[in-house]
């Protein structure tokens, strides 16, 4: 069965500060495909990241940066130098390559980023 | 740049009655899907939607939910006969057929039953 688990429910940090918010998967396919979406306090569903499983590189884009490790089932996300506009919850998500492609969500992250 | 849009941004109805939900997914995508997000909760799968019918749909679409595109443009979801479980932020996602899972969403109807 596939499961998405965030353990973090909720981080604070100063902002300049890097967090990472981990996220860890389970699947039973060979091809499937992680994402990141980050819902800010006005409550849409913002699009970060795909992945596909197999592509193992790292990706940074500005300040944002994805670590994927299929060996510990882990697509953790890194935040550098965070702001009080990266305040948000994110969600990582999950779908597999079987005929369908709906997204099972983790319980996301809230973060919360002071001045 | 285009994006999903989703009307009413908040539904009030009274337990019983029948809402339908509308969503404009973005105009070139041909994938179409429902999740709610009960508050405080993650986001959960609803159905998802392909060349004008059901592709797949969770145990959380039973029989009081339905989808239609009963246009070109519009999307819609409709709950019959409405209960107080089914107060949810209701999103509207779309993709291309050849952005595969890239899935975009539109701001979300908030869903409130009395």
């Known amino acids: 069965a596939q499961k998405v688990t965030q353990a973090q429910t909720e981080i604070s940090v100063v902002e300049k500060e890097d967090v990472t918010l981990d996220c860890v998967y389970e699947?039973?396919?060979?091809?499937?495909?992680l994402f990141w979406y980050k819902q800010p306090p006005s409550g849409e569903l913002v699009f970060l990241i795909r992945?596909?499983?197999?592509?193992?590189q790292n990706e940074i884009s500005g300040r944002y940066s994805w670590n994927f490790q299929k060996s510990t089932s882990s697509f953790n996300f890194t935040i550098t130098a965070s702001q009080v506009v990266d305040s948000a919850v994110y969600f990582c998500?999950?779908?597999?390559?079987?005929?369908?492609?709906?997204?099972?969500f983790g319980t996301g992250t809230r973060l919360q980023v002071f001045p | 740049e285009p994006e999903v849009t989703q009307t009413p941004s908040h539904q009030v109805t009274q337990m019983g009655q029948e809402v339908i939900l509308r969503c404009v997914p973005i105009?070139?995508?041909?994938?179409f899907y429902w999740y709610r997000q009960i508050l405080g909760q993650k986001v959960e799968f609803l159905v998802s939607?392909?060349?004008?019918?059901?592709?797949?749909k969770s145990e959380i679409f039973d029989d009081q939910f339905s989808v239609e595109r009963p246009d070109g443009s519009n999307f819609t979801l409709k709950i019959r006969s409405t209960k107080l479980e089914d107060s949810a932020m209701y999103f509207c996602?779309?993709?291309?057929?050849?952005?595969?899972?890239?899935?975009?969403f539109g701001p979300g109807t908030r869903l409130t039953v009395t």
């Open positions: 998500a999950l779908s597999e390559d079987d005929n369908t492609d709906k997204l099972i």
């Open positions: 996602a779309s993709r291309s057929g050849t952005s595969y899972y890239e899935q975009y």
């Open positions: 699947t039973r396919d060979t091809t499937y495909y």
């Open positions: 105009s070139n995508h041909l994938y």
């Open positions: 992945r596909n499983s197999f592509d193992e």
């Open positions: 939607f392909y060349n004008n019918e059901i592709s797949e």
